[in-house]
């Protein structure tokens, strides 16, 4: 069981919206920014969302993060194929002093 | 370009020691935190260590006692000391630099315990 649960999967079809959700606790989401990151198979994560709703440059803004308490959320809107994918969350946690990861959600477009 | 390049993954048998290494580039290292993360075959991603751009460091529980992390600001590099390996310490082990706008991943080195 995850520090941060995520749900496993998440679907749609193209044009669509999804979204993530990260649930977490006043030791982590609720004092630290959130990070999410997005995995290919066979790859390294890459950075997706920074401090909560930052978006790095090249990132299109069909991805979009919130936070709101010790939850936050990554949404995807206009779905496309391409981005089927692993997504990630991420916080530092003030009771571990250790990064918490949640524990994946594998995005399929239908 | 930030550049982060991981060595030193191998095959070991449990009990045994490995040490890996990342080489940085493209940025200040000494003025970056440095992580790493591994990932177990098929699963999701799991925090192991934290250097902070001062030395201060931390562990994940599942590898402190047996896991170092140290770093060298004169060669831009960090490293991984594995001592007592097991067979959950299996995967790819990923550097990754910190900051607050987020970390920029190197491509991993696949350390194998059986």
């Known amino acids: 069981q995850s520090v941060l649960p995520q749900p496993p999967s998440a679907s749609g079809t193209p044009g669509q919206r999804v979204t993530i959700s990260c649930s977490g606790s006043?030791?982590?989401?609720?004092?630290?920014?959130v990070f999410w990151y997005r995995q290919f198979p066979g790859t390294a994560p890459k950075l997706l969302i920074y401090?909560?709703?930052q978006r790095p440059s090249g990132v299109p803004d069909r991805f979009s993060g919130s936070k709101s308490g010790t939850s936050a959320s990554l949404d995807i809107s206009g779905l496309r194929s391409e981005d089927e994918a692993d997504y990630y969350c991420?916080?530092?946690?003030?009771?571990?002093?250790?990064?918490?990861f949640g524990g994946g959600t594998k995005v399929t477009v239908l | 370009e930030v550049q982060l390049v991981e060595s030193g993954g191998d095959l070991v048998q449990p009990g045994g020691s490995l040490r890996l290494s990342c080489a940085a580039s493209?940025?200040?290292?000494?003025?970056?935190?440095m992580d790493w993360v591994r990932q177990a075959p098929g699963k999701g991603l799991e925090w192991v260590s934290h250097?902070?751009?001062?030395?201060?460091?931390y562990y994940a529980d599942s590898v402190r006692g047996r896991f170092t992390i140290s770093r060298d600001n004169s060669k831009n590099s960090v490293f991984l000391q594995m001592n007592s390996l097991r067979a959950e310490d299996t995967g790819v082990y990923y550097c990754?630099?910190?900051?607050?706008?987020?970390?920029?991943w190197g491509q991993g080195t696949m350390v194998t315990v059986s």
């Open positions: 250097i902070h751009s001062g030395g201060t460091v």
């Open positions: 006043s030791s982590n989401i609720g004092r630290n920014p």
């Open positions: 991420a916080a530092w946690d003030d009771s571990l002093s250790g990064v918490v």
């Open positions: 990754a630099r910190g900051g607050t706008s987020g970390w920029a």
């Open positions: 493209g940025f200040t290292f000494s003025s970056y935190n």
């Open positions: 401090t909560n709703s």
